[in-house]
Each structure stands twice: as C-alpha cells, then as structure tokens.
C-alpha cells in the first residue's frame, strides 16, 4: 500500500519542490499541498494522508502554525506528522514534538 502524503507550506516553491521531491518514488503519493491552516483542514477533513509534512509558517499569521498542530493532533490522533520549517525556537520545536509530532527537519535558506 502506497504512504499517502500532504504537504502544508506557506510557499509556493517549497510546496512544489516537496511535491516534485516526493512525486514518483516507489510507495508514495502526494495527494495534494496547502498553503493555509483553513485549507489543510478541508483537506483532512476530506480524508486522512498517512503522514503530513507541516510548516510552522501557515497563512495567515506565524502563530497560528501550533493552533493548526494542535487541533490536527487532537482530531487525528494518529496522523503521522512531520515538521519541515525554518523554525529554530528550541521551546517551539520542544512543544511540537510533545504534542506528538514523528520528526523535525530544520530548514535553512540561508
């Protein structure tokens, strides 16, 4: 069985390269990518990937990425999570993976 993924990200070019990225290797389907908090709701709302890569940095503010896990978390107990963010904030990225979070991939653009 394929691992279904969606991706979460504020920008564009993140959120195309991740689906280029994850497009095509073996066992994996991108099922979609979401630029905002309300959109990646509908979208799970629609129907649960296996796991979701999760930016921090949703539209339409900074905060408002941990409001988005936590209410992820509480309604999907058992979607698999992975945060990919620029987020370096170790009290942040430590409340995230207390709330359940698989990974963290720290980002740099730099």
């Not at 990646?40 to 629609?46: F, M, N, P, T, Y």
């Not at 129907?47 to 941990?66: A, I, K, Q, R, T």
């Not at 509480?74 to 207390?98: F, G, K, N, Q």
Request: glycine share 8%; no cysteine.
């Amino acid at each position: 069985m394929p691992i279904n993924v969606l991706i979460a990200d504020d920008h564009p070019v993140v959120r195309l390269g991740l689906t280029a990225m994850l497009h095509g290797r073996e066992g994996i389907v991108v099922e979609g990518n979401v630029k905002d908090i309300d959109s990646l709701l509908l979208q799970l709302q629609a129907g649960l990937p296996d796991v979701l890569v999760l930016d921090l940095d949703l539209e339409p503010g900074s905060d408002d990425g941990m409001l988005a896990l936590r209410t992820i978390r509480s309604e999907s107990p058992r979607l698999r999570i992975v945060l990919y963010t620029a987020h370096d904030d170790e009290s942040l990225i430590v409340d995230a993976l207390a709330l359940g979070v698989e990974g963290y991939i720290p980002v740099s653009y730099t």
